[in-house]
């Protein structure tokens, strides 16, 4: 190449510059108000601005979503309440072991019941047990040579209590005369096994009371009282309030809270009033009624009852055939008693606002089938059927127990009890009705409740038994129990019950 001809030099730019050609520019931030081309095709980086309109869902399938998103809530709130309300979940367990018993507790919306009251005599000139219907009531007879101390023996009443009762009441009458009398004895005890109130019927209008005052070792108060008798007999119309709470029903009604507990006695059979009743329920009511000279002493028989509710109706009236035992029938002259009880539990008051709470729930525990009632510590439970007791025991499954085996072979399993009541032992015969045990909190349990089994056993081996066969309706209900009026006396029978089912239909009038 000619020297002549040079290659041209290239224009070499400056160093800033260099730097700047070599970084990345920012993409320019897009206006929000740029206008779009609605006639434009699409590329690949368009995009619309518009949502994709979406399927409608099936009906089913809106259903099936709403059910779950409700039970998810349902089981959030049940999980709330167990773990963070009451405390007694199984976090509680990883820092404070196995539940236990847990006597005086008084957290929750199902606080204890038959609490030790500060002071049981409360003034009443001839009601001892005024103002302590929250606690248990039990009932004896003196009778085929049973003294006081035996009589409060079988009802459960340690032997240090009793000391402390006979030493009061031995300064007003002698002991020993008691023995076989045939005196009925009425005792109010609170959860613990402590007497608060005693009343001993000596004889017409003549009444030994005691009652607990305040917690001297010796400190019973004790009066001997004599008046003429008076028995009426008068009808009480009862209509159940919004709560459909039997105690307000007849407080409103100007009756005493003890009604409520001798109607509940005598429905059993039919109508569990504890979970049953439903708002403007009606209820009519002939009972008889005893003073103590001018003063209301107690309730005595009620001589009929009618039910018309929004699960049952009912009608009971009490009679004497000839030749047979007093027993309720109903209108038709069948026997008003059934095998079963409809609830193993005794009629107590329960505030309205947890009432919801009671309804027994199924459950299965290491596969046997129970049902689990929740309740307060110390609700008083009965026998469901006559029967004798054929085990009493503790273990950390299932707490104290109780194991009932009635006539027609079933065995029934009361578990996690606080204690039993009365002097029970394997061999004990047990009533239907009778109060045998405490709902409690022992065992593997997170709170206060009882679980019931039912079985019987086939060919050697135990057979579960539905345990809500006990609620059950229709032909499913257990069989009655008893001979119902005999023909020959029908006619009479329907004569005698004719002015009280007038009086009941025209109660509410």
Not at 340 to 345: D, F, G, N, T
Not at 352 to 378: D, F, K, N, T
Request: charged share 30%.
């Amino acid at each position: 190449m000619p020297r002549s001809a040079k290659r041209p030099r290239s224009h070499k730019q400056p160093r800033t510059e260099r730097l700047a050609a070599s970084r990345p520019r920012k993409r320019a931030r897009r206006s929000s108000n740029r206008r779009v081309d609605a006639n434009a095709r699409p590329t690949t980086r368009s995009f619309s601005l518009r949502r994709r309109p979406r399927a409608p869902l099936d009906p089913a399938e809106r259903k099936a979503r709403n059910r779950t998103v409700l039970l998810m809530a349902v089981l959030a709130l049940v999980n709330a309440y167990v773990f963070l309300w009451r405390g007694e979940g199984a976090l509680t367990g990883l820092w404070g072991g196995a539940p236990v018993a847990a006597i005086g507790h008084h957290g929750g919306p199902l606080p204890p019941v038959a609490d030790p009251p500060e002071r049981a005599c409360t003034g009443d000139p001839v009601r001892i047990f005024e103002g302590l219907d929250d606690l248990v009531h039990l009932e004896s007879t003196l009778s085929r040579g049973l003294t006081l101390r035996l009589a409060l023996l079988q009802l459960g009443v340690e032997g240090t209590e009793i000391d402390r009762v006979e030493a009061n009441v031995r300064t007003h009458v002698d002991l020993a005369l008691l023995g076989g009398s045939g005196a009925p004895v009425r005792v109010a005890m609170d959860r613990l096994g402590g007497v608060r109130a005693l009343e001993i019927e000596l004889a017409e209008g003549h009444v030994l009371q005691a009652c607990r005052d305040g917690d001297a070792a010796e400190g019973f108060s004790v009066r001997n009282l004599q008046h003429p008798l008076r028995a009426d007999v008068e009808v009480v119309a009862l209509t159940l309030g919004r709560n459909a709470d039997l105690r307000a029903a007849v407080e409103q009604a100007g009756e005493k809270p003890e009604l409520a507990r001798l109607v509940a006695a005598v429905l059993a059979h039919d109508v569990d009033l504890m979970t049953e009743p439903r708002p403007d329920d009606q209820l009519g009511v002939i009972v008889e009624k005893r003073w103590l000279g001018r003063s209301f002493h107690r309730y005595g028989a009620i001589l009929a009852l009618r039910y018309h509710g929004a699960t049952a109706r009912v009608e009971s009236f009490l009679y004497k055939p000839e030749g047979g035992h007093s027993a309720y029938f109903d209108a038709k002259g069948q026997p008003v008693r059934r095998a079963l009880l409809r609830s193993p539990v005794a009629w107590h008051h329960v505030s309205p606002e947890a009432r919801g709470m009671l309804p027994p729930s199924l459950e299965v525990v290491e596969g046997r089938l129970g049902a689990a009632y929740r309740l307060p510590e110390g609700a008083p439970l009965s026998a469901v059927g006559d029967g004798i007791v054929v085990e009493l025991d503790h273990d950390g499954d299932r707490g104290e127990f109780l194991d009932i085996e009635l006539r027609d072979g079933t065995r029934v399993r009361y578990a996690h009890l606080l204690r039993t009541v009365g002097a029970l032992d394997v061999g004990s015969e047990v009533r239907q009705g009778q109060i045998i045990a405490l709902a409690g909190h022992s065992g593997r349990t997170p709170h206060d409740r009882l679980r019931l089994e039912l079985w019987h056993e086939v060919d050697g081996e135990p057979r579960t038994m539905e345990p809500m066969r006990l609620q059950a309706k229709g032909s499913a209900r257990a069989e009655r129990v008893g001979e119902p009026i005999p023909e020959d006396q029908r006619s009479r029978y329907d004569e005698d019950i004719a002015p009280r089912r007038r009086a009941l239909r025209m109660a509410h009038r």
